[in-house]
């Protein structure tokens, strides 16, 4: 996940508060409210600038109109030992599936997996901000989720499914956590709207045209044109079993059933499906023994020879732990586009601008 370049830098508490008392403006809990920015602001924290606090414009406009809701909490509708379906009462995304994620966590612990599968949400953000929960706690967490199509399928002219992104994180020791962040796509769809709101090109084999083939017309998404999956059919293969997991299992929309959380009626619910796994680590070997072997394994990845003009290997994550590190003590550095929707968010909540 490559960062963008920037122009001014805010702190990572500034930034929270204030997308705190945006979303306290239109009537979300300080308790929802904290929570949504918490997961805004680490993605920021991490570079990923398209899944931070830019999404929280869109929010916005859903919450004043309805489409998501401010009122509520997260339901349990179905429990077992291992496994539980969840209920977001279409509230924000993050807010259920932080909860979702917890749940998960909890049945692990308790019996060694867990499984939630979450229905009537929305657009969670981040995947991997769900992940680094269970990772915390020394679980290897996996999230997923579903979308309204907009990527096609080897030999298609269309949109078949969404970008369905997938998470998972695998706990360390001394090292940071071993985290991958994806869409099935071969790009998110948000690095594309953000290419095009900044005027820049996109390459040749992100999207395809109305006739099926190769495209560097960015601005035929959503419209016009569809994402390609990423590696071809292999892309398209693992978005089915997220499709199957985050939405077919838990009984959210489908496909074309799907919302948009961004365009279209925004007083409508969009009835996003997710899907949450963790694994307790210390169930099946010791948690400590376990991190000595992750490290292990990142220490000799980290040690193999290099490619000429290469000077490091990196882990999944580990330039986002980095990013991290680094913004939280000299500044979140955001980009031009997430600046602009701040300030629009600034002047709709009638509330002074961070940045």
């Not at 409210?33 to 600038?49: I, K, P, Q, R, S």
Request: glycine share 10%; aromatic share 6%.
């Amino acid at each position: 996940m490559a960062a963008e370049s920037c122009n001014s830098r805010i702190s990572a508490d500034d930034l929270q508060a204030f997308c705190v008392a945006v979303m306290e403006k239109v009537g979300v809990s300080t308790s929802h409210a904290t929570t949504t920015a918490e997961a805004l602001v680490m993605t920021d924290t991490w570079g990923v600038f398209t899944h931070g606090t830019k999404l929280l414009h869109g929010y916005e406009k859903r919450l004043r109109v309805g489409g998501l809701l401010t009122e509520g909490e997260p339901t349990v509708v179905k429990r077992n030992p291992a496994s539980a379906i969840v209920d977001g009462g279409s509230l924000l995304g993050q807010v259920t599936s932080k909860f979702a994620m917890q749940l998960a966590v909890d049945l692990a612990k308790n019996i060694g997996i867990g499984f939630v599968g979450v229905r009537n949400s929305c657009h969670f953000g981040a995947a991997g901000y769900y992940t680094w929960l269970a990772a915390s706690q020394g679980m290897i967490g996996v999230s997923m989720a579903n979308d309204v199509p907009i990527v096609a399928a080897p030999g298609s002219r269309s949109a078949i499914l969404g970008t369905n992104p997938i998470s998972y994180a695998v706990p360390a020791g001394k090292h940071d956590p071993i985290m991958l962040d994806m869409a099935t796509s071969t790009v998110a769809a948000g690095k594309i709207f953000a290419a095009v709101q900044s005027g820049r090109p996109i390459p040749d084999n992100w999207i395809i045209g109305p006739d099926g083939l190769p495209s560097d017309d960015g601005s035929l998404i959503p419209d016009q044109g569809a994402l390609q999956p990423m590696a071809g059919h292999k892309g398209y293969g693992v978005a089915l079993l997220i499709e199957s997991l985050a939405a077919l299992l838990t009984g959210s929309a489908v496909t074309w059933d799907v919302g948009s959380w961004l365009f279209g009626d925004l007083s409508q619910a969009t009835d996003h499906g997710h899907a949450f796994l963790a694994i307790d680590v210390n169930s099946l070997i010791p948690l400590e023994k376990f991190y000595s072997r992750v490290d292990a394994l990142i220490d000799q990845i980290h040690q193999a020879p290099k490619a000429e003009g290469s000077e490091r290997i990196y882990m999944p994550g580990e330039m986002e732990w980095e990013r991290r590190r680094h913004a939280l003590v000299e500044g979140i550095p955001l980009p031009e586009d997430v600046i602009a929707k701040l300030r629009e968010l600034a002047e709709t909540a009638e509330l002074e601008s961070p940045v």
